[in-house]
T-cell receptor, first 114, second 114 residues
Framework: SQTIHQWPATLVQPVGSPLSLECTVE??????LYWYRQAAGRGLQLLFY??????ISSEVPQNLSASRPQDRQFILSSKKLLLSDSGFYLC?????????????FGDGTRLSIL | QKEVEQNSGPLSVPEGAIASLNCTYS??????FFWYRQYSGKSPELIMS????GDKEDGRFTAQLNKASQYVSLLIRDSQPSDSATYLC??????????????FGSGTRLSIRP
């Protein structure tokens, strides 16, 4: 069966510091991968999605970036965090590129910026 | 802008009653429809998928789809306190690159009162 791992679970970072969140998927190949952010009490905001290695689509202009160095690895990064980057970050995967299958989420990373 | 609309609630339902959650979507080309449950502080969990018009039942949950009216609903029978959560409606749409993408509603907060 497929599983998705996301870490760390909680992170507290000062403003201006760098960020790296990692997500890996097991039990499937060539998944679509997604990064979302959820502010407190708000809906899901799609940040990036990827249909293959090195293929990244950005949904919202911001100081975040994403990379997919391997088929089942998705990384969210920032060179300098802003206060507004606080939130609940979720990685998700779904079936192959043209699939209408649902997305499945990792446990998330709660990021607090001080 | 393709949208998914939900009443934010909170929707308060007595224990043992039927909870009815509604969702409308704007993209007539959407083919897949999902309901996710999100407990406070946790990641969304898929509870129902529906792909064709009509009803789909799974235990106490029934999803209803009407593509002509662009309307999806979720019924929860014999509501339990453990059903108290935010319910997210999600609809697939096609991106310009033809990759499937899911649009999430902002969620309806459901509270089951004893």
């Amino acid at each position: 069966s497929q599983t998705i791992h996301q870490w760390p679970a909680t992170l507290v970072q000062p403003v201006g510091s760098p960020l790296s969140l990692e997500c890996t998927v097991e039990g499937t190949s060539n998944p679509n991968l997604y990064w979302y952010r959820q502010a407190a009490g708000r809906g899901l905001q799609l940040l990036f999605y990827s249909v293959g290695i090195g293929q990244i689509s950005s949904e919202v202009p911001q100081n975040l970036s994403a990379s997919r160095p391997q088929d089942r690895q998705f990384i969210l990064s920032s060179k300098k965090l802003l206060l507004s980057d606080s939130g609940f970050y979720l990685c998700a995967w779904s079936g192959d590129r043209y699939s209408n299958q649902p997305q499945h989420f990792g446990d998330g990373t709660r990021l607090s910026i001080l | 802008q393709k949208e998914v609309e939900q009443n934010s609630g909170p929707l308060s339902v007595p224990e043992g009653a039927i909870a009815s959650l509604n969702c409308t979507y704007s993209d007539r080309g959407s083919q897949s429809f999902f309901w996710y449950r999100q407990y406070s502080g946790k990641s969304p969990e898929l509870i129902m998928s529906i792909y064709s018009n009509g009803d789909k039942e799974d235990g106490r949950f029934t999803a209803q789809l009407n593509k002509a009216s662009q309307y999806v609903s979720l019924l929860i029978r014999d509501s339990q306190p453990s059903d108290s959560a935010t319910y997210l409606c999600a609809v697939t749409t096609r991106t310009y690159s033809s990759a499937s993408k899911i649009i999430f509603g902002s969620g309806t907060r459901l509270s089951i009162r004893p």
